[in-house]
């Protein structure tokens, strides 16, 4: 007979000493969802956010290439952009005190700096980020521990096969923020033990009875048979370490980034995908605000009892929460008990 693990200790959830840690040894050395290359068509498009605190930018270069660098002017830290996404003129300008850079991070110009014995603009260039593409998708890290791209999804292309991604682009976008710790959440996504409690429409949608996560890798594979064959859930269902949500439907997909805002909130970005960025449909969006409304509940009144003093530990579920102790394990092996 299997053991109920117990659960991972309140202080992962309300120690703000904690985040500090886990940004730097799991978010740091894993890689980030950013964008999709259809966001980035034309030379001098760039896209920038500030992911688990590193503030990023990833720009399409004059011959085509893609780069990411720290969205940071080495001149006094100031951002190279302003907005989230953009197209600039062939170099990029720090917003501060007007340094230029060429699109593959070299200094061009240091405006109006004065001469200086001691400074070689050669050396304070843009600081550069590891940029890899998985079927389309735009991901960075900031380390070079990072495994492989390929390797870390490995588990999905088998799965998807042959499936053509190449028509894909932007349709729309959701921002939501939770009053959670990103573990808290994390942990929600990676079981369908509260499905029936928390998500009725989804529930009408899925047999959560036979609800199913499959660990392979660092990936988290879902699987509940569908009522009916016109369902929305028809697909791959999948999360992948330490932050990312790839949900595959019939015309499209939907990528989430779950990410942390310090210890005490969560974003969660979602990009819709579709063939030639049609516009999703009604019913997938109306479903998909819904679970997410009802997820935000519940995760904040989790964060609120752990924070409350009163709940030491639990035990997790043999049969429903495998994924959950997977993922405490992880975290473990990342940071520490």
Sequence with gaps: MTTAPRTAPVEWYVDPARWP???AEIFAKSWQFLTHESALAVAGAWVAETVAGFPLIAVRGEGGELRAFHNVCRHRAGPLVREEAGVCDGALTCQYHGWRYALD????????FGAAADFDPREYGLLPVRLQTWRGLVFVAVSEAAPPLADLFAPLDQRLRDADWSGLQIATRRRHTLACNWKAYVENYLEG??????HPSLDAEIQSDKYDVLIEGRVAIHHAPPRTVDTIYEGLWAWVWPNIGVNVYRRGLMM????PLGHTHTRLDYIYLTPNGESV??????LSDQVTAEDKWIT???QENLAAGVYK???LSPKHEVAVAAFQDWVRESVGP
């Design 21 to 23: 840690h886990e940004r």
């Design 105 to 112: 991070g070299r200094l061009r110009a240091a405006r109006d």
């Design 193 to 198: 033990y509260h499905v029936p409690n928390m």
């Design 256 to 259: 989430e980034r779950m990410t």
């Design 281 to 286: 449909p009604a019913a997938t969006m109306t």
């Design 300 to 302: 904040e009144r989790v």
């Design 313 to 315: 530990f639990g035990r």
